[in-house]
């Protein structure tokens, strides 16, 4: 169906477009950018008058809880968050229930994902069968089936020997290896190493956590000539580590998470546990640090981390209560608000959530090559938001079935900019905010 998206503010990251004019979409591709073609007859006109008109986001780690966690969310409704977030690509781990170590696992996934008409699925595989860092999967089959990299989600690979094979196969067929660094020894508090954890009386996580692991993992790559994606990067000196790594010529890339991006350890407050997350929240100077890192490209991408708990599973004390946060919905609101905060263009708030983590995904599966930008002939993945409007984090406002977010405003005031108002994927009209 042709479909006019008309007088809006148009923003390509990737090619520096930034201008006032139409975009033509037909058959689930842009077909122009710019004045409107005397014989294109949409049969769709949307009004985009005082909005952005954006790429698709793009996000790195998105769990969707299916299969295995359907209390806590469903496919039906986390890809309906997505869409409502501007969300049209999301990367999901693969620490599922069975996880995602068998391609048959990977095909039906990726078959119920695509039957909702929604956000698009890409997998990441199970490095290890069973994440149990032993042996190592059919990282073939699982590719055919789908997935574009390899990870081992939230656990620690504490085999060095079982990482370098993992690595030296991985570049021996061109894959991607997505690893959080994690010293499997180390990483067993719940909240960062510091005064206020010791205050409070919480377990710590020190920062050597994920330096030791960063180092590791650097080593084995200058021996194999892996390429790797560093998971949700969580302190200062994990920033500085990346960025030698990066200067010495590594085939590397990394993220940082919503949370870490915007949040201290001092947000935990009084035993909040919706300030309960992995990596656990840092000290100020980390949180920084991450931003600063963001900002000069050492960090390649900003992800929601979107991790939907249940209710019942936050209710519990702190210690106890399950790690993780919705953040699908409020992935371009947090860009925004950081771009702002550190008086940089909306152009770079869109590039770190749609075509630098689409460049990321890229090196592993070349067919997704439009994915995050806006171009002619391009996939229509595109996003309408209105970067006027104010809302707050209230579980009544987010449609994710997991509720919590250490940004509700009940908790701490914070109000956050830009509001999705239309969403295509592929052409397809998936969100209206109007309907």
């Known amino acids: 169906m042709k479909t006019l998206i008309q007088n809006g503010r ?13 975009v033509g979409i037909d058959h689930g591709k842009i077909t122009f950018i710019g004045a409107k073609p005397e014989d294109f007859t949409p049969k769709e006109i949307f009004d985009a008058t005082d909005c952005i008109v954006a790429p698709g986001l793009v996000d790195l780690c998105a ?15 986390e890809l309906n968050a997505a869409v409502v977030g501007g969300v049209t690509t999301l990367v999901c781990p693969p620490d599922t229930d069975p996880v995602l170590d068998e391609p048959a696992l990977v095909d039906m996934l990726a078959y119920k994902a695509d039957r909702l008409h929604l956000a698009r699925v890409l997998p990441l595989g199970a490095f290890t ?5 032993e042996e190592l999967t059919e990282m073939l089959e699982l590719t055919q089936a789908g997935c574009v990299g390899f990870g081992q989600a939230d656990v620690a690979l504490i085999n060095t020997q079982v990482m370098q094979r993992g690595f030296q196969y991985a570049t021996t067929h061109g894959y991607s290896v997505w690893l959080r660094p994690l010293e499997g020894f180390l990483d067993h508090g719940v909240a960062a190493s510091g005064p206020f954890a010791t205050r409070l009386g919480l377990s710590g996580v020190p920062v050597a956590a994920e330096t030791i ?3 590791t993992i650097f080593a084995l790559m200058r021996t194999t000539g892996a390429r790797v994606h560093v998971c949700r990067v969580s302190s200062a000196a994990g920033v500085d580590l990346i960025r030698e790594a990066k200067a010495e010529g590594l085939l590397l890339t990394c993220d940082v998470s919503i949370n870490s991006l915007h949040l201290t350890d001092m947000d935990i407050g009084f ?12 000290q100020q100077r980390d949180r920084d640090a991450l931003r600063l890192g963001l900002a000069d490209g050492t960090i390649d991408a900003l992800v929601s981390d979107h991790t939907p708990v249940e209710g019942d599973a936050k209710a519990l004390p702190f210690a106890q209560a399950e790690a993780g946060a919705t953040g699908l919905e409020l992935l371009l609101s947090l860009s925004i608000k950081w771009a702002a905060e550190q008086k940089l263009p909306i152009s770079r708030a869109l590039a770190v959530i749609s075509n630098e ?15 995050g930008q806006l171009t002619v002939g391009g996939v229509a993945d595109v996003c309408v938001f209105d970067p006027s409007v104010h809302w707050q984090a209230l579980p009544q406002n987010i449609k994710s079935q997991g509720k919590h977010t250490p940004f509700s405003f009940d908790r701490s005031g914070v109000i956050l900019p830009a509001k999705v108002k239309a969403t295509w994927v592929g052409g397809h009209l998936a969100f209206n905010s109007k309907v």
């Not at 035993?271 to 840092?282: E, G, K, Q, T, Y």
Request: proline letters at 8%; aromatic letters at 4%.
């Open 271 to 282: 035993f909040d546990s919706r300030a309960r997350v992995n990596p656990p929240l840092r």
């Open 129 to 133: 069968k069973g994440l149990k860092g």
């Open 357 to 371: 983590p689409a460049k990321i995904i890229q090196n592993s599966k070349q067919d997704l090559c439009s994915l």
């Open 63 to 77: 769990r969707l809880r299916e299969p295995g966690y359907e209390h806590e969310g469903m496919l039906q409704s």
């Open 10 to 22: 148009v923003i390509d990251p990737s090619s520096g477009f930034d201008q006032v004019c139409d």
């Open 213 to 215: 692991a960063l180092n």
